[in-house]
């Protein structure tokens, strides 16, 4: 099987889906592997490097997409690109697939079997493909550096001839993969951390790394797959009501919840925001996906009333090169799964390929996105 890497074009995706450390593998297991040139530069990855270990690498985007039997991208293809692909070839990417609807039509129209990482189970055989854990580990890691970088103090305790500098307290809401990193980087910086999170096995979690967990008193709310569910509204201001004296108190508050095919909660509000001193950093990284913090702008900094307010977009592209190699080592297992000597025969029983296959045979065939793509798939 041909198996494509094109140059993403994404505005701001700096990451590739394969990396020549991981392309070595793919070829052994019978794959004919080919790189778009330049498709790996601005991750560290020249081409070079991926001909040494074994892959072509051809000029032009369009030969590679019109020209593969599997396509891995890292963001989901563009109009245009869809429109390149060979008719009936297959393709996996990081896309969700019900914000990406147009696109979803296209690639059903160019009967492409298509794949969404998004919607892996979170189980313990998929937890070697699951690429929004390995992402969340670098957005998490990320985070922290971002607040860092921004507040106007240190983050360890100092002492000093001159005196004593108390360390920088941080708090962070949502202990999912991308908060426990984010605990665990800014712990190892020397701030005082506390955590929140609705799922009750969070708190274990948060403590093992040192930090503190924020208890509510208002229960708990576990999703399917592990992650969390969305709340009622009366539940969520109750939330942000309780929250508000910890996020007055923090130095960074660093926001990381989000919940799978829907809008990520609103954690923290303006109102919340009031208590803070001048100079303190709240840093958002689901603006994305319609953000935690309400005043956030997805790539922006917003100064709110002293408060440095950033909505981070994409954080993961921004240290591309370790991204990219996890990312590449997800994608190489999930395509050991669905391939045998070098043929693509996936199996629509097995429960991550049944659970991650969004378009097959000129349909829409992931019921969510079928439902929102319209009645006519």
């Known amino acids: 099987m041909k198996v494509g890497i094109p140059t993403e ?15 070595g593998s793919v070829i052994a297991a019978g794959h004919q592997l080919v790189v778009q040139s330049g498709a790996g530069t601005a991750s560290g990855y020249p081409d070079a490097d991926y001909q040494a270990a074994g892959a072509t690498v051809v000029p032009s985007g369009a030969e590679v997409l019109g020209g593969s039997d599997m396509i891995l991208k890292v963001q989901v293809p563009s109009m245009a690109e869809a429109g390149a692909l060979r008719e009936g070839a297959a393709l ?24 969404s990482l998004e919607l892996l189970p979170r189980t313990t055989r998929a937890q070697s493909m699951d690429a929004l854990s390995s992402q969340s580990t670098v957005a998490g890691y990320r985070g922290v550096l971002i607040a860092a970088n921004r507040l106007p103090r240190f ?22 993969v991308a908060g426990l990193q984010a605990i665990s980087t800014a712990r190892r910086l020397g701030a ?4 929140y999170d609705v799922r009750a096995a969070s708190k274990g979690e948060v403590e093992s790394l040192g930090a503190k967990f924020v208890d509510l008193q208002l229960g708990t709310a576990e999703g399917a797959g592990g992650y969390a569910a969305e709340q009622a509204e009366e539940t969520q201001r109750r939330q942000r009501e309780a929250l508000a004296p910890f996020v007055a108190a923090s ?16 954690l923290v509000t303006a109102e919340m925001m009031k208590g803070m001193r001048a100079g303190s950093v ?10 935690n913090v309400e005043v956030s702008r997805p790539g922006e900094e917003v100064d709110h009333d002293g408060v440095a307010v950033i909505g981070v977009s994409n954080p993961a592209s921004a240290l591309p090169t370790h991204a990219s190699q996890l990312y590449a080592r997800n994608l190489a297992n999930l395509l050991a799964l669905m ?4 043929a693509f ?18 349909e829409v065939v992931h019921g969510p996105t079928r439902e929102l793509a319209g009645a006519a798939w």
């Open 9 to 23: 074009t994404q505005p701001g995706e700096n990451r590739v889906a394969m990396v020549p450390a991981v392309a």
């Open 92 to 115: 996996i990417a990081l896309f969700s697939p019900g914000r990406r609807l147009d696109e979803v039509r296209a690639l059903a129209g160019r009967r492409v079997t298509s794949f």
């Open 155 to 176: 983050l360890p305790m100092f002492m000093t001839a001159a005196g004593t500098v108390a360390p920088a307290k941080f708090l962070i809401l949502g202990a999912g």
């Open 192 to 195: 005082v951390v506390s955590a």
């Open 251 to 266: 130095d960074v508050v660093i926001t990381t919840a989000q919940i799978p095919g829907r809008p990520a909660p609103v």
């Open 282 to 291: 709240v840093v958002d990284l689901a603006s994305d996906t319609g953000g």
């Open 339 to 342: 391939t045998k000597d070098g």
């Open 345 to 362: 025969v996936p199996d629509y029983e097995d429960d991550i390929v049944a659970a991650t296959v969004v378009t097959r045979d000129g």
